[in-house]
């Protein structure tokens, strides 16, 4: 038998898989993220994680076909990153460093792109080798996954959906440092950004209104009627399914997945992106399927496990 390992880093904590090569996941696991330092312990941690789980398990090294690793950060075609903020990380090659580490081989690429294949492998995309993943979160993420791979883009950039510019009057700056992103309307920040300015203009009476606002307080609003949360998820899905129906021209996806936080709205985020989506999508892309991600927090360690094999 042959396996591989996956292995997410996130800001607060690494999640780890291991995985034989059909893609049964046979054990997962996490361990403290330590940023300090550069994040210097990272992928001495993960060797350490690694090494044990193999001694625990008795596997013999030439059973070990690879680590797959995605990163919070562009990766360029040697693995390695210009910088990785969320962890601490400025210039590195962790391809190098975890083969020098481990004494595996290991494939690096960035985490959203990487969940995209976990998707488009044992997820909502099982079955097609064509996929967007679109990650609503605290911001927006995207993996763009063509004939089975990763679009990586000469830059590392590939996939930055979060960044498509979908308003030109907008005022506020992005975290990226522009403006009109996609990113600050289809969030969850974005979607109480959206709901704070509508209370601004608007005096309705709303269940909001007397509540602290964040984006699963304004989707039950709306589950349970209320017009002015219906009013500002209508905006959220448009700004939303306008880049959808971009992507789509540009693409031509089989599928395209939702995932991260705010996807835990469910039926009624997917009833409002597809209605946009349907309306006004170019003919040739009226078949492409809008669902959730279902393999959550876990699409991460199935993704970058893909990469190795």
């Known amino acids: 038998m042959k396996y591989c390992f996956g292995v997410d880093v996130g800001g607060t904590t690494v999640k780890l898989g291991l995985f034989t ?22 992928l001495p941690d993960v060797t350490k994680a690694i090494k044990e789980k193999i001694a625990e398990k008795k596997l013999a090294a030439d059973e070990i076909c690879g680590i797959g690793v995605g990163v919070p950060a562009p990766v360029d ?6 910088r990785a903020a969320n962890v601490g990380w400025k210039a590195k090659e962790i391809k190098k460093e975890l083969e020098e580490l481990t004494g595996y081989p290991c494939v690096i690429g960035n985490d959203a792109n990487v969940a995209a294949l976990g998707e488009m492998w044992k997820g909502a995309g099982e079955g097609e080798k064509d996929l967007i993943m679109v990650t609503l979160g605290t911001g927006v993420g995207g993996g763009i996954i063509i004939d089975g791979h990763p679009v990586v883009g000469a830059h590392g950039a590939g996939g930055e959906i979060g960044h498509i510019t979908v308003r030109n009057d907008e005022t506020e700056t ?5 403006k009109g992103c996609l990113e600050q309307y289809a969030s969850a920040t974005g979607l ?13 009476n709303s269940i909001l209104n007397k509540k602290e606002i964040t984006a699963k307080e304004v989707f039950d609003a709306a589950k349970a009627g209320d017009e002015a949360a219906l009013e500002i998820t209508e905006e959220f899905g448009a700004y939303l399914g306008q880049a959808l129906v971009n992507l789509a021209a540009t693409v031509d996806p089989a599928v395209f997945v939702i995932g991260g936080g705010v996807s835990k709205a469910g039926d009624i985020l997917l009833d409002i992106v597809r209605k946009y989506f349907y309306d006004h999508a170019f003919y040739g892309n009226q078949k492409t399927k809008i669902l959730l991600a279902t393999l959550g927090n876990d699409a991460g360690i199935y993704g970058a496990a893909k990469q190795v094999l």
């Open 21 to 42: 090569v059909e893609g049964e996941l046979l054990d997962k696991w996490e361990i403290k993220t330590y940023t300090e330092n550069e994040g210097e312990r990272i």
């Open 77 to 82: 075609k040697n693995g390695a990153i210009e």
């Open 192 to 204: 109480v950004r959206l709901t704070k300015r509508y209370f601004e203009k608007n005096a309705k």
């Open 174 to 178: 992005c975290g990226c440092g522009r």
